[in-house]
Each structure stands twice: as C-alpha cells, then as structure tokens.
C-alpha cells in the first residue's frame, strides 16, 4: 500500500506502453533514495523483530514435530505425534479448560464491574484522582511483585486469615493456595483485582471522548440518569469495550507470570494454564519438543481468536487499520 | 528536513544497534587464548549464596595462581535456570564453556549421548579409586565423565526441643516408632513434619524412601538401566506411602508450601520451630542459616542449635536394604571441547585440601578421603556416619531417570499424597514417559 507519490516532479509523457497494463509513473532516482531510506530506517527494527519473534516461532514450530530433549541434532521426526500427545493428555485439556473458564469469567465479571465503577467515577466527586490512583495501583504492580505478596498473605493462619478472624470468622478457613478445589479460585480473584484496574482506566478514557452535548441533548428531553447510560453512555463506549475485551482475551490465554508465582501451576495442577504447562515440560522436563508443541498449540489457538474477533467484532473500529478496507 | 548524510548515519547506528542486539544473544565467551599457551577457562556453578560462591573464586584464583598462563572465569547461576537453560543452550552451541556442575545419572547420560562432555577416565584414575561407589553418578556406561565434591544422604532434620516436649526419648529407628512418635507429637499439640509439596520433589522423596526399603538393590538397579517398574515393590512403596499420608503427619496446606523459600517454606518452620521434623538432604543446615540470615537480618545466623539428624527408619519385613540410604551430591564435568587444563581444574577441586575446606565453610559433605576432619558441624558428620554406615546408596530417583521420567513420577507422587492418585499411577505415570524418550 503506497501513496501517490505527491512530490516527485510530474512525470514525462511517455510513448504510449506496449503491454495494456495501465501507465505506470516512472520512478524517479530521488523516490528511490526515499524508499531506500524508509527501508533502512525500518530495517533494524525489522532485524530484531524477525530475530527475536519470527525466528524463535518458527523454530518451536519445526522443534514441534520432533522428540527432542534439547541435546544432541535433531533428528527424531514423530510427525504430529506430540500434538495427539497434548490433547489426550489430562493435565494439558485441564489448562486449557483453565485457560478458557479465566477467559469467559473475566469477561464476564470485569467487563460489567469496570463499566459500573466507570460511570460512578465518571462524575465530580470529591477525592476522584485519590480513587482513580487506588484503582489503577495493582495493574501499574509488575506480575512478580503482586504474586509474592499474595503468596505471603494466603498461607494458612496468614495475614488474610487473620484479618478474617478478627472480622469474626472462627472455625477452620479455606485452604486458600493449598487446597485444589480453592486454589483456582484464588488464582481468578488475584487476577481481578490485578487487572479490574486497567479495564476501569479505559472505561474512563472511553467515557471521556463521549459528547457533553448528548448528554444535554437527553437531559433536555427529559431521560432520566439510568435511560442516558442506557441510551447513549454504553453504546458509545462500545470501541473502548470491544479493544478492552480483546486484551483480556489474548491476556487470560497467554496467562503465566502471576500463577507460576502464586501457585506454580498447583497444587495438583489445578491452575495450570497452557503457558505454565509449557515451561514445565520444555524447560522442567526437558521435552523441548513436546513442549514446543504446547506453544504451538497456544499460538494458534491466539491467533484464530484474534483473526475472528477482528474481523466479526473490530472491523467497525478499526476500518483501514488493520483488516484493510471493504 | 534531516540533512541526508545525517539521516544515513542515523540509519548505519541504528543497524549497528540492531546487529549488537542479535550478537549479545549469542553469549558465552570464545576460549581461544591470546596464543603463547594461554588459556581462558570458564567454569560455572550453582553457588549463589555465601560462602560457597567465595569459596570457589577463592579455588579458581589458587588455581591462576598454580598454573601461570591459566586465567579462571568463574560464574555461580541460580540452580534451575543453570540446569535447565543455561547449560543445555551453551552445550548446544558446542563451544564457551569448559567446567560446569554436573548433577550426574540420568542427566549426564544425555549430554554423553549428546557427545558434549569429555571422557576423563584416564586422567582421574587415582581420584576414582580413592573416592570410591560415590562416583557411580559422575560415570556411564563404565566410563568417567567427571567427579563429585560433595555427597550426602538424606534423613530427618528433626527439633530436639519439640522432641523432649513431646516426650520422645528413643529416635525412631522403624517405620513403628515413627509413627509412635509422630502420635507423640500430635498429642503435644505439635505438628509433625514440615514437607514443601508445593515444590514437587520434596513430597516425591517420601515415594523414593518407601521404594528403597521395599525394593531390594538389585531390583533398583535394574529397573533404572532398563527404565521398567514391573517389580511390585514399586506399587508396594505407593501403598505405604498412601499409609503414611494417612496418619496426617504434615503442616496444613502442605501442598502449596516451598521447600526453601522464606520462614513459610518448610525448611524455615523447622528452622524457627513450627514443625517438629523435616525429610531433607545433607544441604538443609546451609538452606535453613540462608532462611534465618534472611529473616533475623544477621548475617552470622546459623541453624539453630536444637537440630537433630536421623536417618529414614527402616521397615520390618521389607524386601529392601535396611541399612539401603538415598542420597546425592554435586560434581563437576568438563566439556568435550575443554583444554586439558579443565581436568587439572576438576582434580584441584577433588583434592584433600580444596575439600577440607569445603567441609570447614559447613557448605555440605566433602567426598574425598583425608577431608573429614574439616566438618565441623556435628549433623554434618551424622549425615557423613550414615552414609559410611550404608551398605547401598541409591542417588535421587529423579536424578536417576532424568528429568522426563523424574518429572512425571514426582508430579504422580504429589497427586497420590494429594489424595488424587493410587499406587498403580505413579509406576504407570513412569512407564508412560519412560515411553516418550
């Protein structure tokens, strides 16, 4: 996609082509020069980019098809042996089960809690940038950081209980990061709390690029507070939700840092996900292949959710930017 | 408007930049010497802590020191990430890296395979013969790959305050008074045994215990050159596993707990006094001084005086050893690659004076003979005792089988004490990775 070039000198007339294809604008040496240095402007970052994304992809994906420990040649092809070998293994259908119920819940758990706080802070109150800051906290808190301090809160007869027992709660507690029926629930809770931040500062932002004049023009026609988030608030906060949901999609599939902290993908592998499932076998079993395998799997189911949500859901938002026009 | 050469130099940066980047992530420094004989040697170890990491800087300078024209690099890695990452990518690349830790077994034998590491055989004769069975791990297929330099057998740490308080007079020498004596300690409102399940292993060497003692030595050392479990002691060793985690003998939450991080880590509530014993090897004093200099901010912490060390009792009426003990240790290999400077290197660090003083930092168990004397830490020399006691040391079983084998039958033994397994699933988790290699 190149635009007319507007600035080379007007072309001669040439004699007219011999082939019917429409008359092209010759070049002139000074585009030339042009093209070549938006190339090699471009060309380092495109060497690191191919370096350190294209290369390493397509290495798991050929390391993929192989039994490899990770030592020696490659040289054991098995074909998509490893790719039977995940999806009937329990341990990766249980991470990918995990993957997808993170996904589903937070979309439908943060998305309608972020849009709620938005519109309530949405408004002059007092103490707005105290409480915005609050909010956006856990979400500025790198993965690392946030995993460690639950960690150290959540042991049994921990800061968290205790807060709990002077709350008045006697009697035995949830094993919170211990027990496997819990744990994962813990892990969703965490999450939320790391990432309700980042939905409600979009929200926010969305609310902001909304018209005052819509909201006069309703207060004029006499729509009450909740007939105007109804009528027009959320229904022009749809770009903002649609790019917000997106995020959280590709974020709860690609989910590691904050469960290999918290819980390490235990216990008894009850908040696996396909990430920490993949370190585990590559790097903790040194099955390089099959592990390579898991990162295939995860990169593809990735990319055929971007693929369809951008084009049944983003289109209308993104017209020309990224699925081209028409 | 940039003026054009300008823009070109901007572009040229750039790439060298780019370029640079790409370069720095072929690490690893090249050990070609700055030719008349010299040579650069790197050696990388798992020490990140005091004293060990000044203790081998202080080896690899008297090294420079004995062998002019030799100079040393010497660098300590997290565990894990040397073991799993960095050795394996820089192996790869066949070249930057001369002597490295070495877990041995199942480890070495793929690296062997591999043909990245030196066949010392030859060189390390008198070492061989003088170390002893406890180089088993460090050889394959009758061949010598490198040496060990600490060596040690696992057992219970245990608290002897908490034992007094529970009025435990006689150590546990069978499974019978283990159990009496874990009774004991409920009973005085103490819990038992600290395990750090949420690491895996920890949990996995109670399977490995139970598996020693109800598999007879030949058996053990069959089934890891053939990688079969046929044998029913193995589902045997399961069952009486499923028995003792029955008896609830461990902290609440044990399966989220670590083995070694912090106060909440097992280690650390022995160390400070929350449980009564912990099943761990001959590192644990090192762990718990590390845990307590964390917690107390003194740098001069040290385990505390009450620790007590026994090894895992035997078990009437069982097909195993009963004098069978489980073990490991730390070694050295040289690359294939390597110059020959790198097994006089792995010989030092070998010798009756580098391993008394090995001994003397209370770091672990020095292996060769003459050294002794340079434990001073009285758990240590226990630790030392029961291992000379032993008439069969079987090395960690996940060290044994490698890491895929190892993985998924720590994995099935954490599931069983979880109450989510049986016996039959943890041979058969075996048997089926056993499959994929």
Not at chain 2, 14 to 39: I, P, Y
Not at chain 2, 60 to 71: I, Q
Not at chain 2, 82 to 90: E, F, V
Not at chain 2, 261 to 280: D, K
Request: with cysteine.
């Amino acid at each position: 996609m190149t635009a007319p070039n507007l600035t080379a000198g007007r072309a001669t007339p040439a004699r007219p082509d011999p082939d019917p294809a429409p008359a092209r604008v010759r070049r002139s040496r000074r585009s030339l020069r042009d093209l070549a240095l938006v190339w090699g402007f471009a060309a380092p970052a495109l060497v690191v980019y191919i370096g350190f994304v294209i290369v390493p992809v397509a290495l798991a994906a050929v390391f993929s098809f192989f039994n490899w420990n990770g030592l020696g040649p490659l040289e054991r092809f098995i074909g998509f042996e490893n790719y039977v070998r995940a999806f009937s293994d329990p341990v990766f259908l249980g991470a990918l089960r995990n993957n997808v119920v993170i996904l589903v819940l937070s979309l439908a758990i943060q998305g309608p809690l972020a849009i709620g706080i938005a519109l309530l802070l949405n408004r002059k109150l007092r103490g707005r940038t105290l409480i915005r800051t609050l909010i956006f906290v856990p979400y500025v808190l790198s993965e690392v950081v946030a995993g460690l301090a639950f960690r150290l809160m959540l042991p049994p007869e921990g800061p968290v209980d205790g807060v709990l027992t002077s709350l008045g709660w006697s009697g035995p507690k949830p094993q919170w990061l211990a027990d496997p029926d819990i744990a994962f629930w813990t892990l969703f809770a965490v999450l939320t709390w790391k990432y309700l931040g980042l939905a409600i500062i979009l929200m926010l932002a969305g609310l902001q690029g909304i018209p005052e004049e819509l909201h006069e023009a309703a207060a004029l026609d006499g729509a009450s507070w909740w007939q105007t988030q109804r009528r027009i608030t959320i229904p022009l906060l749809g770009p903002t939700v649609r790019i917000w949901a997106f995020l959280s999609m590709i974020g709860s599939l690609q989910l590691f840092d904050m469960v290999w902290i918290l819980t390490g993908g235990g216990p008894l592998n009850a908040t696996q996900t396909m990430a920490t499932y993949m370190v585990d076998i590559g790097n903790g079993r040194s099955q390089i292949g099959f592990g390579s395998a898991v990162a295939v799997i995860l990169f593809l189911i990735s990319l055929v959710i971007a693929l369809i949500y951008q084009r049944a859901v983003l289109r209308r938002d993104m017209v020309g930017a990224v699925t081209g026009r028409g | 408007m940039m003026n054009t050469n300008i823009r070109w130099a901007a572009v040229a940066a750039a790439s060298a930049l780019a370029v640079g980047v790409l370069a720095g992530c072929s690490g690893g420094s090249s050990n070609e010497g700055g030719g008349d004989g010299e040579v650069t040697l790197v050696w990388w170890h798992n020490a990140t802590g005091e004293p060990l990491t000044g203790f081998w800087q202080d080896v690899a300078a008297e090294f420079e020191a004995d062998n002019p024209g030799v100079s040393v690099e010497v660098q300590g890695y997290q565990n894990e990430e040397l073991q799993r990452t960095l050795i394996p990518n820089q192996l790869r690349t066949g070249e930057g890296l001369d002597l490295y830790q070495q877990w041995g077994a199942g480890e070495l034998a793929g690296q062997v395979d591999a043909g990245y590491v030196m066949d010392v055989s030859d060189q390390v004769t008198q070492e061989v013969e003088a170390l002893g069975g406890v180089v088993a791990p460090w050889q394959y297929e009758g061949q010598t790959y490198g040496l060990p330099y600490n060596f040690g057998i696992e057992g219970f740490w245990y608290n002897k305050e908490l034992f007094d308080q529970a009025g435990i007079t006689e150590l546990p020498t069978t499974l019978e008074e283990l159990y009496d004596a874990i009774d004991a300690l409920k009973d005085a409102g103490i819990t038992p045994i600290g395990v750090g399940a949420g690491d895996g292993w920890p949990a996995a060497h109670y399977w490995y215990n139970f598996a020693l003692k109800s598999c007879s030595p030949e058996v053990l050392q069959q089934s890891q050159s053939e990688l079969a479990w046929d044998d029913p002691c193995f589902v045997e060793a399961g069952e009486m596993l499923a028995e003792f985690v029955a008896a609830e003998p461990f902290q609440d939450g044990f399966l989220a707990t670590s083995a070694q991080q912090g106060a909440g880590s097992s280690a650390g509530m022995l160390a400070t006094g929350e449980v009564a014993m912990e099943l761990m090897g001959h590192w644990n004093p090192g762990v718990m001084g590390g845990i307590l200099q964390e917690e107390t901010g003194e740098e001069e912490a040290s385990p505390p005086e009450f620790l007590g060390w026994f090894n895992f009792p035997g078990i009437e009426g069982a097909a195993g050893d009963p004098t069978a003990a489980l073990g490991g240790g730390d070694g050295f290999s040289c690359s294939a690659w390597a110059p020959p400077e790198c097994v006089d290197l792995l010989r030092y660090i070998s010798s009756a004076d580098v391993q008394t003083r090995f001994g003397e930092i209370g770091a672990g168990v020095p292996v060769t003979p003459g050294s002794e004397e340079g434990i001073g830490d009285p758990n240590l020399q226990e630790v030392l005792a029961g291992l000379r006691e032993a008439s069969y040391v079987q090395l960690w079983f996940d060290t044994a089988y490698g890491p895929t084998v190892g993985g998924a039958m720590n994995d099935a033994v954490v599931q069983l004490v979880g109450g989510q397994g049986a016996p039959e699933d943890i041979v058969q988790a075996m048997t089926d990775a056993a499959a994929t290699l």
